[in-house]
């Protein structure tokens, strides 16, 4: 694997009583896919809003290697840390819906071009930025559909913009929120291929719960459940890891599987601190 490109140490969010991130040491490396899992309340979500700077951690630090040095970026805003080459796609919409899909994407890759310090890879004309909006626009199978307003984009095509958004702000780290939610079935193999292509030169980290999706992703999963960190290694493991099953995949992919058939694990509605008495897994340290 490559070199570390993200770490966090003693990363932590409060909400009132309820602790979302508890005390997470973590870290991504350049040319991993990393599958992040858990219950609905796990505090995946919360996890990335701390890694982008939509909100800022009680307590513990965010690092990212930018041209060879750690930056400290735990106190960046989510504009910082773009800049810094951590971008988000999927559930947070930059689409501007009467501009055409290229005006989408030019505009995206141009103001990174414009205030960033380092040194944009692909462009430094218009002519370069039109071209390397064509490339991504390929790449993401949008280029037929480059003159179309965004608004007159499918569901399905409107997702894959905004990964060509996150595309031309030339991250190292994309953050990839559910990319299969609200996906029909029959297009689910398309976006796993467009990850995996787009993972080919990027790192990846992703919250996602349909497992099929996961399993054919990740290099790595780590499990969060009520906040903390309970198990980090290569999927095979994790999948076979006790307290994973107990406190979220339940029977997915075993022969009595009772879900087989529905690749989201059962039992995946539980919440932290939803007082069920579950206190499957909450003890366990880190794998
Ligand atoms: N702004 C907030 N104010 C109060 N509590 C919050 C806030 N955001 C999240 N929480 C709580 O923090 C915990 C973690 O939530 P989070 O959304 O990060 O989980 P998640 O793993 O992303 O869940 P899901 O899979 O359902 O998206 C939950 O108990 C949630 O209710």
């Keep these: 694997m490559g070199t570390e490109l993200l770490r966090t140490q003693g990363l932590e969010k409060h909400f009132g009583g309820v602790t979302a991130v508890d005390d997470v040491d973590y870290s991504?490396?350049?040319?991993e896919t990393v599958a992040l899992i858990g219950p609905n309340g796990a505090g995946k979500?919360?996890?990335?809003?701390?890694?982008?700077?939509?909100?800022s951690p009680s307590a513990g630090t965010v690092e990212f290697r930018?041209?060879?040095?750690?930056?400290?970026?735990?106190?960046?805003?989510?504009?910082?840390?773009a800049q810094a080459g951590i971008h988000r796609s999927y559930q947070v919409t930059n689409i501007f819906p009467t501009s055409t899909v290229r005006e989408n994407v030019r505009v995206a890759a141009q103001a990174h071009g414009s205030d960033t310090h380092r040194f944009w890879r692909h462009a430094d004309s218009f002519e370069d930025y039109h071209a390397e909006t064509t490339r991504i626009l390929e790449r993401v199978g949008l280029g037929d559909l480059a003159d179309r307003p965004a608004q007159a984009l499918s569901h399905g095509e409107k997702r894959h913009l905004e990964l060509?958004?996150?595309?031309?702000g030339d991250p190292d780290l994309l953050l990839l929120d559910e990319p299969a939610a609200g996906v029909?079935?029959?297009?689910v193999d398309e976006v796993v291929d467009l990850i995996r292509?787009?993972?080919?030169?990027?790192?990846?980290?992703?919250?996602?719960h349909n497992m099929d999706v996961v399993m054919d992703l990740a290099d790595r999963i780590t499990v969060l459940h009520r906040g903390a960190l309970i198990a980090d290694g290569e999927p095979e493991a994790v999948r076979a890891d006790e307290r994973v099953r107990e406190a979220y995949l339940g029977g997915y992919g075993?022969?009595?599987?009772?879900?087989?058939?529905d690749s989201r694990p059962d039992d995946a509605g539980d919440g932290a601190g939803d007082g069920d008495g579950d206190t499957a897994a909450t003890d366990g340290g880190v794998a």
């Design 28 to 31: 991504v490396s350049t040319g």
């Design 45 to 55: 979500t919360t996890f990335f809003n701390l890694l982008t700077g939509s909100l």
């Design 66 to 81: 930018d041209d060879g040095e750690w930056v400290d970026v735990t106190d960046f805003d989510t504009h910082e840390t």
């Design 164 to 168: 060509a958004i996150a595309l031309a």
């Design 184 to 187: 029909s079935s029959e297009s």
């Design 197 to 208: 292509d787009v993972a080919q030169d990027h790192a990846v980290l992703l919250v996602e």
């Design 254 to 261: 075993s022969d009595d599987d009772p879900t087989a058939g």
